[in-house]
């Protein structure tokens, strides 16, 4: 009866069983470069200078349409310099279609607003507008830092970054004492901290003289004096509050990584270690750091736009290949982390369907809301043919599924790649306190992230 268990049972095994000695010390390996990168890419402009800059030590060269594309040339486009495509050509023609992998660089923060500075009661403050899905709470009382850009009427553009330096100040959203919080207490977790609410505190000292505002005042000069900005530069800002965590590793063990921005920055740089690990592929492999996944997709830069369309039709027409051939050919891996089981939580999720912390990349099939909705549904087959190439690659994988039917919900860039006629599944990293100012992940399932994205640049 055991002989027939195992032939027939399915059951899923915790990769640390899974792994030699040899595979746990590239597990380590593999992550101390993961939070080097965490550490640094805190927003998307970031990101995508910083992958620039790695990928160019590794032989990249800026994309420029009309270029000669032979097997083996390793090229990256920026756009707007928030999304980053990149590509090796392989030895076949695009007309054989492109291995794909799609992650996303933004992650929920709390935006600056456009009219951000004021004073109250001799105190400086930014006001915000939060950016993705936060759960409000939980951005109050912890240290922040400023990170972003601001263009002048001149076209230059600053970069700012105020608080990842050790030595730096830092910035903070007050919450109420509780000695005087019985009122707050009663309201339920989405309304005890309003969005109105969430103002950043950013200084006390006045300036020295007479007058209204020498709290704003005397915070503006400083700012002048630093980038040589005035308050009405605001409103051609991109600013951001974003937690001052460093990345660290959680637990006695140290099994896991704890940091912001692990959705979706696990998977981006998952794929660019993949692309870097490979030398002349066989199909044309292709890297997508998409920006605005966390609001829709939308904008310039965001997986809806015909950027991508666009660098694509380019490397096709070096080829003479029409888009629509190499499309209709293509595979794509949606890189986006899952929710990860948690065992403080497991009312929400249906055990058997969801990702576990260890057991490996987390392959969802579907995501969507009330009945699959807004989901692009992967197909049988695609899901047989990521079986066949982890199993060959030693993929360590789990099926994975965003908890309990009708609980909640949510989507990916998937809808918008398989939308272009492109084969796409979601394939992605188990997280803790996915959302939160400090994820969690695993590292074992981190390097398997790698490994499958690995594992579908270098099929044949
Ligand atoms: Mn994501
Ligand atoms: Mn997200």
């Known amino acids: 009866m055991d002989e027939l268990r195992q032939k027939l049972f399915y059951e899923q095994k915790n990769g640390y069983d899974l792994i030699d000695t040899a595979e746990r010390l590239a597990v380590e390996d593999y992550c101390r470069g993961y939070m080097a990168f965490l550490n640094e890419a805190r927003m998307e402009r970031e990101a995508v200078a910083k992958a620039a800059a790695l990928a160019e030590e590794r032989g990249f060269v800026p994309f420029e349409a009309g270029m000669e594309l032979k097997p083996g040339m390793k090229v990256y486009q920026s756009n707007r310099g928030k999304s980053l495509h990149l590509a090796v050509i392989g030895e076949k023609p695009l007309s054989e279609g492109a291995v794909i992998a799609g992650a996303h660089i933004d992650s929920p923060r709390v935006d600056l607003k456009q009219v951000a500075l004021y004073e109250q009661d001799e105190m400086a403050y930014f006001k915000t507008h939060y950016y993705g899905g936060i759960k409000k709470y939980q951005w109050v009382a912890i240290p922040l830092e400023l990170h972003g850009a601001v263009a002048l009427k001149s076209g ?84 951001a509050a974003v937690p001052a965590f460093d990345v660290t590793e959680i637990g006695l063990d140290r099994s896991f990584i704890g940091g912001y921005g692990q959705d979706d920055r696990v998977c981006a740089y998952a794929e660019l270690k993949a692309l870097f690990d490979i030398e002349t592929p066989s199909r044309t492999c292709v890297c997508i750091l998409a920006d605005k996944e966390e609001i829709g997709s939308e904008g310039v830069t965001g997986m809806q736009s015909k950027a991508f369309d666009c660098f694509m039709e380019d490397l096709c027409e ?67 043919y990521l079986r066949r190439i982890f199993e060959r690659e030693g993929v360590v994988w789990q099926m994975a599924e965003l908890g309990k039917v009708d609980q909640g919900g949510g989507g990916t860039i998937a809808r918008f790649m398989s939308k272009r006629n492109i084969d796409t599944i979601d394939a992605g990293t188990p997280v803790l306190s996915m959302h939160a100012p400090f994820e969690v992940t695993s590292k074992l399932d981190c390097y398997m992230t790698y490994k499958a994205v690995l594992a579908a640049y270098k099929d044949r």
């Open 156 to 239: 230059e553009v600053i970069d700012v970054v105020i608080g990842r330096e050790k030595d730096e100040p830092r910035f903070v959203i007050t919450d109420l004492l509780p000695h005087l919080s019985q009122d707050q207490m009663k309201k339920t977790m989405a309304e005890g901290i309003t969005g109105e609410g969430l103002n950043i505190l950013i200084g006390s000292a006045p300036y020295a003289d007479e007058g209204k505002d020498r709290v704003k005042l005397a915070v503006l000069s400083i700012l002048n004096d630093m980038y040589g900005i005035t308050e009405e530069d605001f409103l051609s800002a991109e600013l």
């Open 318 to 384: 070096s080829q003479g290949v029409a888009l629509r051939r190499c499309y209709e050919k293509s595979f794509c891996l949606s890189a986006d982390v899952c929710n990860a089981f948690d065992p403080l939580y497991p009312e929400v999720s249906e055990k058997r369907s969801d990702a576990k912390i260890n057991y490996g990349v987390g392959i969802c099939k579907f995501t969507g809301v009330r009945g699959k909705a807004g989901s692009s549904d992967a197909s049988a087959e695609l899901v047989a």
